[in-house]
Structure formats: structure tokens, C-alpha cells
């Protein structure tokens, strides 16, 4: 059985897959070679959570500071030492987990890496289904955004990262209307981390149980069809897109077909495939002061 694909152009690949390959090719965990899948969760997870202990640990912090009403919106803020607090370029991470699952309270991976560089790092957390609607979360990292914004006016950039659902999110702030939230944030950089950019494919997959995307949800809320319609705010704002080498061909597709359109855009659009790191790993890596992912990011902020 093939999976539909109503609507869509004849090339898109994904439409010509059996609806159990669709699936495989979005179970990142299928796809890791040097654990078993749920071994290579739970260690995520585990690394995460000890990042997150050691950053409280060692950084001045704000945690669940609301910048909503919702239950969900509330993020944690770690402060460099030798920066005045607000002074600082300011790094917001959305984590992953297919929009309906991963917590800010265990992915602060890169806060100690940053923080020891000068860079404030802040954890953003957002309704994930079935309780919040896709449309509802992006509506809520943009919130989140404005909010730093007007609470820190002084920073010296804000730098916004996602993680696969999370890079999806941060994707979407391309495409935000900044002028209903009284305040254009001092936006200077993207890091997207294999991410899905065309949500399309999600609708044909057990994702969209919990997510519930119609086929206009899922085109609303894809980067991949709307960034093409609309000019670049800031065409010298860097938007670094990264896939890890054991990410499936689907991701890799997802990524270097988004870089594509930034780059049409007239988007300062870069590609990375990183070595020898799985959809996990590649965020894992950013417990590390000299990984190739740290390493880029702290060049991108201080260039």
C-alpha cells in the first residue's frame, strides 16, 4: 500500500513509500547504530537531565520563569558569570520530541559549554499534544521570543536553536509577525538540528495520533512551503541547517531541501552534515566545549 499524497507534487519521495517505510523513516531511534533504540532514549534522556542538574549547579539561573498564562509557558534562563545579566547574547534552545513529548527540565545540554563563553542560555518550554495544538506551540515560542526580548533589551543578539520538532519550531520564527507583539526581537542567527521542515509526510505517520494534523495544518505549519512566500526580513541573519550522518534519508531530505529554499530566499543559509552522530548524538554533543556543533555556534555568535 502506498501512501497517498493529495495534492502534492508528483516528485515528493516520500509519497511513493509503503506506509511502514514512511514510518521507519521517521522513528529516529530506528535509525541508531551504536545503541539498541530504547537504550539510545533512555540515554538522551539521562544526559540531558545531568546537564540540566550540573547547569543549576553551576550558573546563576531563573527557572520556570513564566512568560504566559498557559501551563507550559515557562522557561529557565542561566546567566553567564562575568556578563552584567541582560547583557549578553542570548541562545534559546527548543527542544525535540515530536511535538509531543521531551520537557525544558531535562535539555539544557549546552547551558554549561555557553554560559562559560558569555552566552546566556535560555530553555524554552511550550504545550506539547495532546494538550497544546501545533498551531497553539508555534504561537507560544514566539511569545517566548518577544519575551526575552522586552525583559532583556540590552542583549547583544538572541540566537535561536531547535532540535528535530524543536528545529521545526525555530524554523517557523522565519516566518513570524513581530508587529502584534509590540517588540522586533535582535534576532542574529539560527541553528536548526535535524529538524522536519514539510509536515506533510507526519500526517501518514503514528505521530499525528497524539498531533491530530489535518493536511491544512500540516501545510500551514511547514517552513519548507511558506518560507518561499515571504521576503527576508534580515537576509544577513545566519540560518546554519544540520543533519547528522545516521539521521534516515527522510531527515536528510528534510534538511537539505529546506537549506535549498532558504538559500532561493535570499536567505545567508548554510548546510552541515556532521560526522558520526545520530539524531541524538548530535545534541548530546553540545555537552562538549570543543565539539564541531559547539564550535559553530560560539562562532556564529562572536564572528
Excluded at 46 to 51: H, L, V
Amino acid at each position: 500500500m502506498e501512501v497517498s499524497g493529495v495534492g502534492l507534487p508528483d516528485e515528493a519521495p516520500w509519497k511513493k513509500m509503503s506506509a511502514e517505510e514512511l514510518e521507519h523513516q521517521y522513528l529516529p531511534s530506528r535509525w541508531v547504530v551504536r545503541l539498541g533504540a530504547e537504550e539510545a532514549l533512555r540515554t538522551y534522556s539521562q544526559i540531558g537531565i545531568e546537564a540540566t542538574g550540573r547547569a543549576q549547579a553551576t550558573w546563576k539561573s531563573l527557572l520556570h520563569v513564566p512568560y504566559g498564562d498557559g501551563g507550559g509557558e515557562k522557561m529557565d534562563i542561566y546567566f553567564p558569570n562575568k556578563a552584567a545579566e541582560g547583557a549578553s547574547p542570548f541562545f534559546l534552545f527548543f527542544h525535540g520530541g515530536y511535538w509531543q513529548s521531551g520537557s525544558k527540565d531535562q535539555s539544557a545540554f549546552m547551558a554549561d559549554p555557553l554560559a562559560a563563553q558569555g552566552v546566556a542560555v535560555v530553555i524554552v518550554g511550550y504545550d506539547i499534544a495532546p494538550k497544546g495544538t501545533l498551531d497553539q506551540m508555534v504561537d507560544q515560542v514566539t511569545r517566548s521570543i518577544a519575551f526575552v526580548q522586552k525583559r532583556y533589551p540590552s542583549n547583544e543578539g538572541i540566537y535561536l536553536c531547535g532540535h528535530s520538532a524543536g528545529a521545526h519550531l525555530a524554523a517557523m520564527m522565519l516566518l513570524a509577525d513581530w508587529t502584534k507583539h509590540g517588540v522586533t526581537p535582535n534576532l542574529k542567527g539560527f541553528f536548526l538540528v535535524s529538524g522536519v521542515f514539510d509536515l506533510e509526510p507526519m500526517v501518514y505517520t503514528s505521530q499525528n495520533v497524539a498531533l491530530q494534523l489535518t493536511l491544512e495544518d500540516a501545510r500551514r505549519n511547514s517552513p519548507q512551503l511558506k518560507v518561499a512566500q515571504v521576503q527576508s526580513a534580515d537576509t544577513a541573519c545566519p540560518v546554519l541547517v544540520v543533519v547528522g550522518q545516521f539521521d534516515s534519508p527522510e531527515f536528510h531530505r528534510q534538511s537539505w531541501e529546506f537549506y535549498q529554499t532558504l538559500c532561493q530566499g535570499g536567505w545567508k543559509a548554510s548546510f552541515e552534515k556532521l560526522r558520526d552522530v545520530d539524531h541524538f548524538e548530535i545534541i548530546e554533543t553540545l555537552t562538549q566545549k570543543d565539539s564541531v556543533l559547539t564550535k559553530m555556534i560560539l562562532k556564529t555568535v562572536f564572528q
